[in-house]
């Protein structure tokens, strides 16, 4: 089972931009497609971004389309959300997430999420 | 578009079985098998616990069974046990721009 470490959290200003990392281990990171999930504080799961093991297929929640950017650095095992234009709804721990099938990089596949990391907080505030 | 419907709260004895619907439509739950179930303990990372309507993890305990009937997929705990008290979350692939739904949660008490 792979480990995840998420890091990048902190309070922003409505408007402002942020980008966290979740660094991989203990598994092919470039074989499997990776997703961003975030939890606002005492409410439920939301699925935000997915990104396919060979970055070239991207995808996104209608709620953050064209404000947030999944990308990854496979030689480094390094997965990003870069976050910009951020509201106090965005507000919310953010998880990154392993899928479980190696090799499948349909949107079908991305909430098969077998090892998640312990996430990071994002506070949207002024 | 709505998260799916779950039952805020379930409880249960131990040794006894309970179970948690997550109700969709036609769009999601009714039209996909990319149904999973998550299991999340306060201040900790989810645990899938069900894939693909039915299908166990490695690990995962075989008293945790998952079903679908029509637009409502239902998850099975049976031998209760203390350690199951938690938050679950169904999620559901869905043929909507969004792509995935998560249910808004149960928490389960074990009495």
């Known amino acids: 089972e792979g480990q995840l470490l998420e890091s990048g959290g902190g309070l922003v200003q409505p408007g402002g931009s942020l980008r966290l990392s979740c660094a991989a281990s203990?598994?092919?990171?470039?074989?499997?497609?990776m997703s961003w999930v975030r939890q606002p504080p005492g409410k439920g799961l939301e699925w935000v971004s997915g990104?396919?093991?060979?970055?070239?297929?991207?995808f996104y929640a209608d709620s953050v389309k064209g404000r947030f950017t999944v990308s990854r650095d496979n030689s480094k095992n390094t997965l990003f959300l870069q976050m910009s234009s951020l509201r106090a709804e965005d507000t919310a721990v953010y998880f990154c997430?392993?899928?479980?099938?190696?090799?499948?990089?349909?949107?079908?596949?991305?909430?098969?999420?077998?090892?998640w990391g312990q996430g990071t907080l994002v506070t949207v505030s002024s | 578009q709505s998260a799916l419907a779950q039952p805020a709260s379930v409880s249960g004895s131990p040794g006894q079985s309970i179970t948690i619907s997550c109700t969709g439509s036609?769009?999601?739950?009714?039209?996909?098998?990319?149904v999973s179930w998550y299991q999340q303990h306060p201040g900790k990372a989810p645990k899938l616990m069900i894939y693909?309507?039915?299908n166990r993890p490695s690990g995962v305990s075989n008293r945790f069974s998952g079903s679908k009937s029509g637009n409502t997929a239902s998850l099975t705990i049976s031998g209760l046990q203390a350690e199951d008290e938690s938050d679950y979350y169904c999620?559901?692939?869905?043929?909507?721009?969004?792509?995935?739904?998560f249910g808004g949660g149960t928490k389960l008490t074990v009495l």
């Open positions: 693909e309507v039915s």
């Open positions: 203990r598994f092919s990171f470039s074989h499997y497609a």
């Open positions: 990104i396919s093991g060979n970055g070239l297929s991207t």
């Open positions: 999620t559901s692939y869905t043929d909507s721009s969004t792509l995935w739904l």
């Open positions: 997430a392993k899928v479980l099938y190696e090799y499948v990089w349909g949107s079908y596949n991305l909430l098969n999420c077998d090892s």
């Open positions: 036609s769009n999601d739950v009714g039209a996909y098998k990319y």
